[in-house]
């Protein structure tokens, strides 16, 4: 029974310890600490899917480290300049915060999955429907 305690004790005391904890940067969930490429699998208004079916016809979304973005049709890459902003990440809401020149895209974000990430616009939003992220394919 006395060795019982002491191990149960030792246990308990040992697991508090004053070892700072490193915070986690969720801008990373985003970028892959680089850049990475996402795809605008959905676009939901409502309760309907507005996105393209064929992938070729979708939209991406493109975050960098450095916090600027880049969002772009696949149809009209190489032929004309994607619309280019700045985001930022706030983990304690989990709001995402896109502006562009002339708009800012205010969200709420989730993970719904390893991979996939919803965007659900906020009231103040410039863009007003549900943005559902995968990352881009391998071809």
């Known amino acids: 029974m006395k060795y019982i305690f002491i191990t149960t004790l030792s246990v308990l005391f040992s697991c508090s310890s004053n070892a700072d904890l490193i915070p986690v940067n969720k801008q990373s969930i985003l970028t892959?600490?680089?850049?990475?490429?996402?795809?605008?699998?959905?676009?939901?208004?409502?309760?309907?899917?507005?996105?393209?079916?064929?992938?070729?016809?979708?939209?991406?979304?493109i975050f960098y480290e450095n916090g600027h973005c880049s969002y772009q049709s696949m149809r009209n890459l190489g032929d004309f300049p994607a619309k280019r902003g700045e985001f930022s990440m706030y983990s304690e809401d989990s709001t995402l915060l896109i502006n562009?020149?002339?708009?800012?895209?205010?969200?709420?974000?989730?993970?719904?999955?390893?991979?996939?990430?919803?965007?659900?616009?906020?009231?103040?939003?410039?863009?007003?429907?549900?943005?559902?992220?995968?990352?881009?394919?391998e071809i």
Do not use: C, R
Request: charged share 25%; hydrophobic share 40%.
């Open 32 to 61: 892959d600490n680089g850049s990475k490429v996402w795809l605008v699998d959905q676009v939901i208004i409502g309760n309907k899917n507005f996105a393209p079916m064929i992938n070729t016809e979708k939209d991406l979304i």
């Open 100 to 137: 562009f020149k002339n708009e800012s895209w205010y969200f709420h974000y989730q993970q719904v999955s390893e991979d996939t990430i919803a965007l659900i616009p906020e009231k103040k939003s410039a863009l007003k429907y549900k943005l559902i992220l995968v990352p881009f394919p």
